[in-house]
């Protein structure tokens, strides 16, 4: 599973007051304490405009989970707060490049192997109808900057 960063706009209209965004960070920090962690931000000091909350959130399915906290905080805060972007940690891992693949709507087999210069060797096997739809330097660049790995892509 991978780690999302899940962006809401809590406040468009800009009109709450420095006091109700203190209090409706602490409810929704409390609300998520169990299934993700809201990133510490003085929303009083932001502009109005960019009132955005960020919460990092473990998820398969980052589309309902942004639409959940979305959900809670127009509870906490009382507004009509709009979903942002989605983004994801990157740990470097197989999942990650698992999950790269997944958000090309791809699905390949991956095998790590040692370098001989300490970095590891990703070997990426695609579809060869999966490249005709994706170009391959897309997935490339993808699969380098979430693993920090050397990336070998083959087609099967």
Sequence with gaps: MRTAVLRVNIDPAGELTGESLARGMAELAAALA????????????????????????????????????????????????????????????????????????????????????????LQVRLREADLERVPESRIHTALEASTNCEVRISTV
């Design 34 to 121: 169990e299934t993700g962690e809201v990133l510490e931000k003085d929303l009083g000091a932001a502009p109005r405009s960019r009132r955005e909350v960020q919460v990092l959130l473990d998820t398969g399915d980052a589309s309902a989970d942004a639409v959940r906290v979305a959900e809670i905080c127009a509870r906490v805060f009382g507004t009509e707060p709009v979903a942002g972007v989605v983004t994801y940690v990157s740990r470097g891992t197989d999942a990650d490049a698992y999950g790269v693949l997944a958000g090309f709507g791809l699905t390949g087999e991956i095998i790590r192997v040692p370098g001989s210069d300490g970095y590891d060797i």
